[in-house]
Each structure stands twice: as C-alpha cells, then as structure tokens.
C-alpha cells in the first residue's frame, strides 16, 4: 500500500525521535516535507533524514497537494494556529500536546476536522506502548476486581535544567498540567473511563524560574502559570483519582502512578515512557509481583500514534490517539485551574 505522506511543522528538541522512528520504525508512512521558522534547523535536518522538501514557509507545505497528514511540532502556544490552518487546508493533522490552551480552542478544532471531514488527533500515544496496554489487559481481565481508585503523581523540578529553551513551559500552554497532565490523564481514562468531573487547587509557589541549562544558562523566566497542581478526578464508572502535577518538588520517594481494585493494586508505569515495569499486589498476597508485557512497543516508539493515524486513513485500523480523546484530557486538564479559581466542584461535558 502506498506511504501516506507527513509534512513536519517544528523541528525542535521532540522533533529528533519523531524523525527517528517515522523514518526506521514505522514504515506506512514517508516525510515527504519539513518546515521551521528557523531555517539553519530545516537544512540540518534535510542533510540528516534526507528529506525531499524543505519549504519556505508553512503556507507552502499546506498548499502542497501530495502532503496528507500535518505532524504539529510546534510549541502549545502555536498549536491552535497551526493545527486550525492545517484543517483549513484540508489536510489531516496530528500535534504534540496539548490540542490547544483553552478549551474552547480544542472544542473548535475538533468541530473543524469533523466538518471537514479529516483527521485530527495526537500525542501522548505512550499510552498505546506495551507497559499502559499491558495494564489495561490486567483491568479488563479482573486481576484487580472493580477499579475503585488512583493515584497520579507527576513531581520534578521544572525543565529549565536541561530544555534548550524552556520558556515556554511557564507560559499559557505550559505548566506541569499542560505538560504532563497528557501523558497520566490519557493512561488514566484509557484505564479506568470517561471523567464526569472534578475538584482542583492550582498554585503558583515561584514567581520566576532560572535556567540553567545552555545556551541561555543565567536567563530568567517569568512564570504566568500555576506550577502546583492537586486534584481529585470523579469517573464515571464511580472510581476516584488522585492527581498531583508540579514543577516545584524536588524528586521525592512518592509512588507515581497506582490503581487500586477492590482485589488488588496494579503499579502503572511511567506514562511517558513505552515499557514497563508493571506490577501486581493481588489482595490474598503480601508481595508485588513484576508482570510480563504483552505487548509490542516498549521501547521509546513516539510516532505510534501517527503511525495508526496512517493506517486509519487508508482504512485499516480504527484511530485511537483521536481528537476527542485529546479534547477530553483537555477538558480536565484546563478544568483544574478553573475549578481552583471558584472554589468548587465542576462538571465536565466531554466523555471518550
Ligand atoms: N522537548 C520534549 O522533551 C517534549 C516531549 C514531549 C512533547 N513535547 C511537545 O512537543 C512540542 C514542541 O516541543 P519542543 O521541546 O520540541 O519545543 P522547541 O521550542 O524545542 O521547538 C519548537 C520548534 O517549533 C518551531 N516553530 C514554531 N512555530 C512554528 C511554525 N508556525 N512553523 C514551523 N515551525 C515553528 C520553532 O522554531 C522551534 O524550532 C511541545 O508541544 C511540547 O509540549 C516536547
């Protein structure tokens, strides 16, 4: 069957294993194109992967007819602009996260590729590797009973130790909710359903932050986000989470990511890695057994998501990195800060 055909949109720091793995790994697909404001990028990354086009501006890469899917590797600021002019286009779209910073932008974009017919979706797709779909085998196969709870706890200092160019972390799109509120809330409805709604705090605990990695070593940021997330998650199924994300908190001994059933306790890997560990506390056994995983992909694989994206559009596979489910960890992401800012409870109207 013929390769669909990627353009790129952005070819920073993430672009390198997205490049990587849609040019080794996952063979339906063929970067046909590649753009980024900064042209010396494109040019090194033409000469690297060999690419066939380097366009002169991103409206070049939309008007090319033979471009199928958009890859938006842009920055969340950008995402809305980029992925809406994409659609506009006519071209199916897959983006890094979030889908957009505001709800409502998120709500537009879904509404536009149904209207017009295409394709939109994205990232995180760690929750189709083999340690997440492992766990959701677990799940559905009862070792644990009726899911009744979890736990998410997302705790680092902040990326401006290592991120060439952090800013954008600590602008509207950024945060520890924005940033790694995907990765958890994505494994979390795949495991355990669609959110009804939820209670949030939302603070911010540093007025600016310093980098410390290079080129731009010594430079400070100003932080407009809040950078100290908790929350409590209400499903529909009747289960409760506990999700904490932050960029205040030095690593800590706390679990990451846990859910407990009324017959046991699964240990979640990392949801922003593929593989494992995944562990088993049945509740007849005092010790965690380590499980096998299932299945393929535990390796760092990024592009898996676009990769089925393909083999939807040629009509092999349903799309399962879709846009409302991006939409839906959009809602309950968003819906803590606004759920700090009046004090309450809040109801969300998006379900996968
Ligand atoms: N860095 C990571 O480890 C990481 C991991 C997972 C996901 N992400 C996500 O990937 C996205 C990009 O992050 P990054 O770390 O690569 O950022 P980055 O700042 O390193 O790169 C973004 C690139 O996009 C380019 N760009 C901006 N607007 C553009 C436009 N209209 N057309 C073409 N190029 C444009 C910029 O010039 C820049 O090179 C973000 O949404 C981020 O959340 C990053």
């Keep these: 069957m013929e390769k669909v055909k990627i353009g790129i949109l952005g070819l920073g720091a993430i672009s390198g294993i997205y490049l990587k793995n849609l040019s080794s790994v996952f063979r339906n697909v063929e970067i046909l194109g ?61 983006s890094e996260k979030p889908l957009a910073t ?145 960029f205040d908190v030095y690593y800590t001994q706390q679990a990451r990511f846990e859910i407990y059933g009324t017959e046991g306790t699964l240990i979640v890997p990392d949801p922003n890695t593929f593989g494992g560990p995944v562990k088993l506390l049945s509740g007849k056994e005092n010790e965690y057994r380590n499980m096998p995983l299932l299945f393929d992909y535990s390796e760092n694989s990024r592009g898996l998501g676009l990769s089925n994206m393909a083999d939807a559009l040629r009509g092999l596979d349903e799309f399962r990195a879709n846009g409302d489910q991006m939409l839906h960890v959009l809602e309950i992401m968003t819906a803590f800060e606004k759920s700090s800012n009046a004090g309450s409870y809040l109801e969300l109207a998006t379900r996968i």
């Design 102 to 246: 505001t709800f409502e932008e998120g709500k537009e974009l879904v509404a536009l590729a149904k209207q017009q017919n295409l394709l939109l979706g994205g990232a995180p797709d760690t929750f189709l590797g083999a340690g997440i779909q492992t766990c959701k085998k677990i799940i559905d196969s009862g070792f644990i009973g009726r899911p009744i709870g979890a736990a998410a706890f997302m705790i680092c200092h902040g990326h401006e130790s290592w991120h060439p160019a952090p800013e954008f972390y600590y602008q509207t799109g950024g945060g520890p909710m924005m940033d790694m509120g995907p990765y958890y809330l994505t494994a979390l409805v795949n495991l355990m359903g669609s959110v009804k709604g939820l209670t949030g705090i939302a603070k911010k605990n540093f007025e600016h932050r310093v980098i410390t990695s290079e080129p731009l070593y010594g430079k400070t940021i100003d932080v407009e986000v809040p950078t100290h997330y908790n929350g409590i998650l209400d499903f529909e199924s009747g289960a409760t989470a506990t999700v904490t994300t932050t």
């Design 34 to 94: 590649i753009y980024d404001l900064i042209e010396e990028k494109a040019e090194k990354v033409q000469e690297e992967y060999h690419i066939s086009k380097v366009y002169k501006n991103m409206e070049e890469m939309l008007d090319d007819p033979e471009i199928e899917i958009v890859l938006n590797l842009t920055r969340p600021l950008e995402h809305y602009h980029v992925t809406k002019s994409a659609l506009l286009a006519g071209k199916h779209v897959y």
